[in-house]
């Protein structure tokens, strides 16, 4: 009788436990996930200070401010973010360099994206995200705005629709 009474309670005990543990994991708030890292940091250098093109140029970034676009050719948020910026009297200032690099693109298929999107700047590849990994883990477009001396003034993730529009702002 004793054997069985120890066991009730004992089975009771675990059963307990066990629904005890699975109720607080069911009530414990999920923590926000913000997993954007952005490497660089306002004030912080820009890594590279020079580019081959799609087409064989060497790009050197010039003592002037600009805007480096990392960006994809499939994704609807470059594209719009693209479109902006050939509609902004940016484009064709002159007081502005703007570079695009092509994350996990290749030389055709960015230069059939320059043609449809009559773009008159560098495009890059970076088909091994080399260039990407080395100021962010993961978002498209990432907008960097850099200062005459390559310091990164601000960082913009373009899924946001305003967010070439802050940067251009602050020009």
Request: charged share 20%; proline share 4%; glycine share 4%.
């Amino acid at each position: 009788m004793k054997k069985t009474r120890i066991t009730l309670i004992l089975c009771s005990f675990l059963a307990t436990a066990c629904s005890s543990n699975g109720a607080k994991q069911a009530t414990t708030p999920a923590l926000p996930q913000n997993d954007y890292v952005t490497f660089i940091k306002p004030g912080g250098s820009f890594k590279h200070s020079q580019f081959t093109d799609i087409e064989n140029y060497i790009v050197q970034l010039k003592n002037k401010k600009k805007l480096i676009i990392l960006f994809a050719t499939w994704c609807a948020d470059s594209q719009r973010t693209i479109e902006q910026l050939q509609a902004s009297p940016w484009v064709n200032n002159s007081e502005l360099q703007i570079i695009a690099i092509g994350r996990e693109e290749n030389s055709t298929s960015l230069a059939q994206f320059k043609r449809d999107y009559h773009l008159n700047y560098p495009l890059i590849s970076d088909e091994n995200r080399t260039i990407y990994n080395a100021y962010a883990n993961k978002g498209i477009p990432r907008l960097l705005l850099l200062d005459e001396d390559n310091r990164l003034i601000q960082e913009e993730n373009g899924e946001d629709v305003y967010a070439l529009e802050r940067l251009l702002n602050l020009l």
